[in-house]
Each structure stands twice: as structure tokens, then as C-alpha cells.
């Protein structure tokens, strides 16, 4: 029987804060939850921000003074808000209202007298232009003249146009927390991202490695556009003409695969299979797609999916604002011309399925765990759903590469019908709603309404609940669908739905027939929805939905393929991993929980292999790695001997 891909971690960073135990998720419903829940969540924003840590027992402030923790989260309870999810772009990354250009402009010779300047001696080109002449001009300096006409750059600085985004919480910095050694930051965020996840299992990983043979767990993890700051793939390209040197690493840490590659050899020194698969800002679900595949046909046993995007760079910024995809400030004052406002209102710049005008690009690192229903049971592992299936459809001949196509009506056809399958008609009519890709542009809202009002049609769908987090995120493209799905885990955990909070109301031409758009958030307990589905459209036609089941549905299905004292088992188990997993989430609320990272940690060389024909056994890995496979070609093999 295949294997039902049961998710049993979850983890990461994005605007709203840690994903693990639900904080990010909490953070986007904060006013609706019960205090305790809510004061948790604002201690791990404080904590992520800066603002708070524990020492000796005692809470402080950021300044060092104790505190009485509920009266300060209180009392700093709009920082914490207003340093979360879109918002102004801050100064930490880069200075918007400084951004480096040059222009090119040649300087004449005036009144038939050359042009002449001095310069020092060692930052004379290389290659002395024709034309130059070149005269001592003491302490180390020359006087250059160049009679007729020079060529030069002059250094200027502009205003960005796009001045929202979504960003990680103000304050926090991934490389602070571990040896960075000038990682980009798409990196930087994977490593705090990916520990996140693997210590809210609440299942140590030498624990997994007593269950599962090294071969059999996978890593499918990446970012869609590699990491194109200055560490990475953006200093490679500008480094020279710069002026400065190209360093050894930013090449090899620009690859667009390097989020798995760290998460292999700098968290767990994983020996299993790797990669990642880049379809813009359908990536996260391809990868998902590729994990759920290998536990369905039992060649792996536990996977981890993920995606790191860091797009807030100055280029890529100016690449989608050229493109006209982003809203900049000037049509955010136009969008509320109405209002009277002085200033753009940058929080609310995402604005899905509303009068927009571009989307807002986010960064987010997300990662889950996934692992064979078996496993799940045997580790006593915290169940929190499970992936139904996932398609993938691309646009067929297109006009443009980056506008929307028909291969996303493919894959929701799909996914509802494989949702139908399990939870049936009626589970897909009243329990079901949809994880929009809710971009926020013109076109998007168009296009992806009709989908959904379309097929909501064709499956009897009166009132079919679409959400949008984009308006609370941004676009972390990568990482989109991965932001979906963790915050469905958490609609499962309090029953709350996010709405659409930045769009007042729905545009004229968005097609609302059977649908309903959620401006408000929607409380629907905590299996009102027993499926969600996770839609994704990404440029150049990478076009995916993936189907997600709910955890009660889960249980209900591993009740039907397992026996009663398995699941008692289970259970048994489960109270100590639940312990676990909260110890590390108490961890990490006072600061003393550690980022995974083991730089040259128990490197392997020849001498940890043991062969056989048979298998091979790997030092300190409990299970061998078998060498004994069934062809798939059984009825075509040639035997030699005959």
C-alpha cells in the first residue's frame, strides 16, 4: 500500500515571525486569540525583535531592566505589530532612499585644452587608453591629460519608487545566531528556518536515524531565484565592476539547490537524496510534490521540504518594479486618492482580489517534515496532517511568459477531484476552502477568480471560503505556497481562517459566483475544514495546486489502515514527543534554544564505509543501506550465461 505522506514538523521564519508551534500563524489572527496563546506569541515576537530576553530567571527588557512580563508585552504590544508582516521598507538591508546608480556622461576638452586630472599611480588602468598622456605629479600621483573626449561613470543615488515589503520581524537577524561566515542571507534564514522545524518534531534526530536508513530520507529544498545579494550570485556579477574582488564563496553559495545542500551538511549531515526543483513562485509545492512522491512509492521514508527566498535586494526590487509587477508608492496614493492621504498606506500595500496595483514581494524561509504513515506511528510523531496529492500543469503557447495561462484550471480540476475522492461530496462542498495565490495585481484577480468560480460551479460549491495571506506576507515567490500551508496547519489548531485584511472590498471585475471572499477573519472551529487546497501560479507557466488533508481527517484514515493497539501505541508515544516539542518551543520563547549548525562536525572519509554485495554499513548509522533492488525491468533482464 503506498505510503500517506503525514506531516509530523513544521518550521521556519517569514514577516510574522517563527512558524513552529503556530507563532507565525498566530501572529496573523493575534486579536482573536485566548490571552494565554496571544502573550506566548507576543514573547516570541519580543524575543525575535530584541526586545526581551531571560537571564538568571528574570525577564528584561532591551535595555537590561526587569520586567513584569505580562505588563510589558502589553505595553509593547503596537511595536510588536507594527515591526511584523507588510510593512515600510526598513533601513537594515539597504537604504531606500540612497540607492546607488551610476550614469554615463564624457567630459569634453574645453577651448581645445584637454582634458586633465590627477590620479593616484596604482589606480591607473591596466591597459593605459590610447590617447592618455601621463606625467609624474609627485607623492605618488600623476596628472593624466586626455586631449580630445573622456568616457566616464558618475556615481548618483535615487529614491526607490516601492517602498513596502513584507520582512522578517524588525530587529531580528539570522546571522547573529550562529557562525555565518558571510552567508547570503536566503541561507542565513534557512539554517534558523530548517532548525526550527527539526526541533519542533520534538523527535531528536538521533532517534530518526534509529528508525530510517540514511538512503531513505530525502532533502528538496531551494529558492527560485538562488540568493542574489552581495554574498551570493549579486556579488559574483558586481564585484568587479565595483571595483572589488570576487570571493571564493559567492559562487558557490548562489546556486539556487544551496538551501538543501546546508541543511545535508551543516544540520544533520544527511547521506540521502537531495536537490530541488525552481518553478518561480510555484517551487515551494514542486518540492512538495517531489516529497510526497518518494514516501508514496516507499523508496524514502521521511522527507524535508523547503524553500528560502530573500528577493529584498535593491536589483531584483528594481527588476519587478520595471516590469510594472510591483505597487509603488505612487499608485498606493492613487488607490486611495478617496481617503485624502498624505503618505502611501505601505501596510496595507498587498491588497488581494481588491482595487490593486501590483503585488509586494516578501522573504520567508518555511520547511516541513514529512514521513511515511508507518514511521509516524512507530515515533509516536505529533500528527498535523497530511498531503493528499499535489499537480503540476504547465500554460501550453503563451503570449507573454510572465502573465497567467489556463494550465492553473488543470491542476484545481485536479486537486478538487483528488480532494472529492477522500473527504467526498459533501466534505468538499461545506469543509473545504482554498489557499489562493492572491498576488494582488490586476490580472491575478481576474484570472484566479474565475478559476475558483468556475470549479466551485462544477462541484456544487455554494459559498466556497478563498483566503489570500499575501495581503499579510507579501509575495516571498519561492516560498508562497509554503506560507500557505504552515498557516493552514494553524487554521487547524484554532479554527480561525485569516482574512483578507488589506482589501476593503472586492473589485468589480473579480468573479464571485460560489465563492466567498474572506475580508474578515472566519471562524469555523477546529474540524470545520477537513481540506484545504494550496494553489500556486508561478511566471513562465509553473502552475500548481496541491490538496491537503486535516488532521482529524488524518487520524481517521491511519484508524482505518492501522489496528487499535498501534494507534494506542502511538499515543503512548506522542505524550513524550508533545513534551518535547514544547520544551524546545519554551526554549526558544527565552533564547536559550540553539540554532543547528555543525560546521566540519564528524566529516566522513572511506574508512566510515563497510561493503558488502548486499549492502553497506555507514559509521554510526544504525541501519545499513541495501544494495539489493528490484528491476523495474524484470521481464527484460538478459542473463549472460545462457
Not at 512522491?293 to 523508496?299: L, M, N, V
Amino acid at each position: 500500500m503506498a505510503g500517506l505522506p503525514v506531516i509530523i514538523g513544521f518550521g521556519g521564519i517569514n514577516p510574522a515571525g517563527r512558524s513552529s508551534l503556530h507563532h507565525g500563524y498566530r501572529r496573523l489572527i493575534l486579536d482573536e486569540l485566548p490571552l494565554a496563546d496571544a502573550m506566548q506569541t507576543r514573547s516570541s515576537l519580543a524575543g525575535l525583535m530584541g526586545l526581551l530576553q531571560h537571564k538568571d530567571g528574570k525577564w528584561l527588557d532591551a535595555a537590561g531592566e526587569t520586567v513584569d512580563l505580562h505588563n510589558y508585552l502589553q505595553s509593547i504590544d503596537p511595536v510588536l505589530k507594527a515591526g511584523t508582516l507588510v510593512r515600510k521598507l526598513e533601513k537594515n538591508l539597504f537604504d531606500p532612499d540612497q540607492l546607488l546608480f551610476h550614469k554615463r556622461a564624457t567630459l569634453h576638452a574645453d577651448n581645445d585644452q584637454p582634458v586633465t586630472f590627477l590620479i593616484k599611480r596604482q589606480q591607473l588602468p591596466d591597459q593605459i587608453p590610447l590617447g592618455w598622456l601621463i606625467s609624474d605629479a609627485g607623492q605618488g600621483q600623476v596628472r593624466v591629460e586626455v586631449p580630445i573626449a573622456l568616457n566616464i561613470l558618475t556615481e548618483n543615488f535615487r529614491r526607490s519608487p516601492v517602498n513596502s515589503a513584507g520582512q522578517l520581524p524588525s530587529g531580528f537577524d539570522p546571522k547573529d545566531l550562529y557562525q555565518s561566515r558571510n552567508h547570503p542571507r536566503g541561507l542565513q534564514m534557512t539554517v534558523f528556518g530548517a532548525s526550527d522545524a527539526i526541533q519542533s518534531m520534538g523527535i531528536d534526530w538521533q532517534t530518526v536515524l534509529k528508525h530510517v536508513p540514511a538512503d531513505q530520507i530525502s532533502v528538496y529544498a531551494g529558492s527560485s531565484m538562488s540568493q542574489l545579494d552581495y554574498e551570493g550570485n549579486g556579488g559574483l556579477l558586481q564585484a568587479r565592476l565595483l571595483g572589488r574582488k570576487v570571493s571564493s564563496k559567492q559562487l558557490a553559495l548562489g546556486f539556487a539547490e544551496m538551501p538543501a545542500d546546508f541543511i545535508n551538511a551543516y544540520l544533520l549531515g544527511n547521506l540521502g537524496t537531495t536537490g530541488t526543483n525552481a518553478a518561480a513562485c510555484a517551487t515551494f509545492l514542486y518540492n512538495l510534490r517531489q516529497g510526497m512522491r518518494d514516501i508514496r512509492s516507499g523508496t524514502h521514508r521521511l522527507v524535508i521540504v523547503g524553500t528560502a527566498e530573500a528577493p529584498l535586494t535593491p536589483e531584483i526590487m528594481d527588476g519587478y518594479t520595471t516590469m510594472g509587477a510591483l505597487v509603488d508608492d505612487a499608485s498606493l496614493l492613487a488607490l486611495d486618492r478617496h481617503k485624502g492621504l498624505s503618505e502611501p498606506d505601505h501596510r496595507r500595500a498587498c491588497r488581494p482580489f481588491g482595487d490593486n496595483a501590483g503585488f509586494t514581494l516578501g522573504e520567508s524561509a518555511q520547511f516541513v517534515i514529512l514521513c511515511d504513515d508507518r514511521l509516524a506511528l512507530e515515533m509516536g510523531a505529533n500528527i498535523h496532517g497530511a498531503i493528499n496529492d499535489v499537480f503540476v500543469n504547465a500554460d501550453g503557447y503563451k503570449k507573454s511568459i510572465s502573465s497567467p495561462g489556463v494550465g492553473n484550471y488543470i491542476t484545481m480540476a485536479k486537486a478538487m477531484a483528488a480532494t472529492h475522492q477522500v473527504i467526498g461530496e459533501q466534505g468538499l462542498q461545506q469543509r473545504s476552502y482554498v489557499q489562493a495565490h492572491g498576488t494582488g495585481t490586476p490580472q491575478n484577480r481576474t484570472t484566479e477568480s474565475h478559476i475558483f468560480s468556475t470549479l466551485a460551479k462544477t462541484w456544487g460549491i455554494d459559498h466556497w471560503p478563498v483566503a489570500a495571506l499575501k495581503t499579510y506576507l507579501g509575495h516571498s515567490l519561492a516560498s508562497a505556497s509554503a506560507d500557505q500551508l504552515v498557516a493552514s496547519l494553524g487554521v487547524w489548531r484554532y479554527g480561525i481562517i485569516p482574512g483578507i485584511n488589506g482589501t476593503e472590498a472586492i473589485a468589480d471585475d473579480v468573479h464571485q459566483e460560489n465563492l466567498e471572499f474572506l475580508l474578515q477573519h472566519k471562524e469555523v472551529g477546529r474540524e470545520g475544514m477537513d481540506a484545504v487546497l494550496l494553489n500556486a501560479k508561478g511566471f513562465g507557466g509553473n502552475n500548481a495546486t496541491a490538496s491537503v488533508l486535516a488532521p482529524h481527517i488524518t487520524m481517521k484514515m491511519l484508524a482505518r489502515r492501522h489496528c487499535a493497539e498501534a494507534l494506542r501505541h502511538w499515543q503512548g508515544r506522542n505524550e513524550k514527543v508533545q513534551e518535547q516539542a514544547m520544551v524546545y518551543d519554551e526554549a526558544a520563547l527565552r533564547g536559550s534554544a540553539e540554532v543547528i549548525y555543525r560546521f566540519d562536525h564528524n566529516v566522513l572519509d572511506a574508512s566510515a564505509f563497510r561493503f558488502t554485495r548486499e549492502q553497506l554499513m555507514v559509521k554510526g548509522h544504525t541501519h545499513p543501506i541495501t544494495l539489493n533492488t528490484d528491476s523495474a525491468y524484470a521481464d527484460m533482464l538478459i542473463d549472460n550465461e545462457d
